[in-house]
């Protein structure tokens, strides 16, 4: 996971705060929490959560020291938690306009934004979720991707 963390804070940005994973016997889940000190749109949080789960998912189905360890191969975006925070440098949360927290969870991705004027204890209002499936097609005619094309077989 370090050398992908490292890659994903040269190429994006993000930094990685956590990881882990659900495992008995074998691998069945990957854990990973990321920051990112930018403010990002619905759009971009798209573009990057789909970006970083690809690449992932790419560079541990071809570590062939990891691959017998696995619950399934190839591994799916049913394999990885993934969650972006996003807050600046002063751990200030984004305005309602962005994306707060974005977290995959089985092949669903979860929006929120951060409302501070909220009483609860967590200020994160789920704003939107979408399928991974659905999300890859967006960022694949967004950002003129078909290289992601390969995450839409089942």
């Keep these: 996971m370090s050398i992908y963390a490292k890659k994903a804070y040269e ?3 993000i930094v990685l705060e956590g990881s882990g994973g659900q495992m008995m016997d074998d691998i069945k889940v990957f854990t990973l929490s990321f920051n990112c000190y930018d403010y ?6 798209r573009a990057l959560v789909v970006q970083v789960v690809d690449e992932f998912l790419e560079q541990v189905n071809a570590h062939e020291k990891i691959r017998p360890h696995l619950h399934n191969y190839p591994l799916t975006v049913k394999n990885v938690f993934l969650m972006i925070s996003f807050r ?12 707060a927290l974005a977290y995959t969870h089985q092949d669903q991705i979860y929006y929120s934004h951060w409302d501070s004027t909220k ?6 209002c789920d704003d939107f979720r979408e399928s991974f499936h659905d999300a890859v097609k967006i960022v694949m005619q967004q950002e003129n991707m078909p290289q992601l094309q390969k995450l839409l077989v089942p």
């Design 11 to 13: 190429e994006k940005g």
């Design 119 to 124: 009483m609860e204890a967590s200020k994160f």
């Design 88 to 99: 600046n440098r002063l751990n200030k949360r984004p305005p309602k306009e962005y994306i």
């Design 40 to 45: 990002l749109t619905l759009e971009q949080t």
